[in-house]
């Protein structure tokens, strides 16, 4: 598929190397529990995608919430991050999916999928043999609001390989820090 942007066989909008294309940002549809309890979370088409959560409104933030000129620049350092050393035999190499691709000494391809109901990027890594999906979507008919973050790690190669992966945040906002308390935090006034 050469254009940049498509929709495919399912109805999802599908960004090809979504880190290179014009910026953009948004809300994920995210009306989540048992009676509709608000989460909101925003994304743009940088690192891992998901900028910044949480439920209510930005004071109630879980990862904390940057207007979209600072989350272009953020969300691949502040958002969500995996790392995976992978290896075959005595041979092991470490990598980070979805990181700028503009350096990488692998060969690899990264597209966003936007539906509806959720939000998946995925990366093929050719040279290792590797690909990782992740796929984000809201918790409905529960008694709490909630983003589900599943990661597919899957081997296209024809070799076996060891892979070991850390995945997660590096840092959330504790509960009851508002917006502006985590914004001036360590300013004098």
């Not at 509806?116 to 529960?142: C, R, W």
Request: proline fraction near 5%; glycine fraction near 8%.
């Amino acid at each position: 598929m050469n254009k940049p942007y498509y929709l495919d066989d399912n109805g999802a909008f599908v960004i090809e190397d979504y880190q290179h294309a014009k910026l953009f940002a948004d809300f994920f549809p995210g009306v989540s529990g048992l009676y509709g309890i608000p989460m909101w979370a925003f994304y743009v088409n940088r690192g891992q995608a998901v900028s910044s959560f949480g439920i209510e409104s930005k004071d109630k933030a879980i990862l904390e919430f940057e207007p979209a000129n600072k989350a272009f620049r953020l969300t691949s350092v502040t958002g969500f991050r995996t790392f995976l050393k992978v290896g075959h035999g005595k041979t092991q190499k470490f990598y980070e999916p979805f990181a700028n691709s503009l350096g990488c000494a692998y060969k690899i391809r990264q597209r966003m999928l936007i539906t509806s109901h959720d939000l998946t990027i995925e990366e093929i890594n050719t040279s290792l043999g590797t690909k990782v999906a992740v796929n984000y979507f809201t918790m409905p008919q529960e008694p709490f609001a909630g983003l589900v973050r599943r990661v597919t790690i899957e081997n296209i190669g024809r070799k076996p390989l060891d892979i070991q992966c850390v995945d997660g945040l590096p840092a959330i906002n504790p509960y009851g820090l508002k917006d502006w308390l985590a914004k001036n935090l360590g300013r004098t006034v």
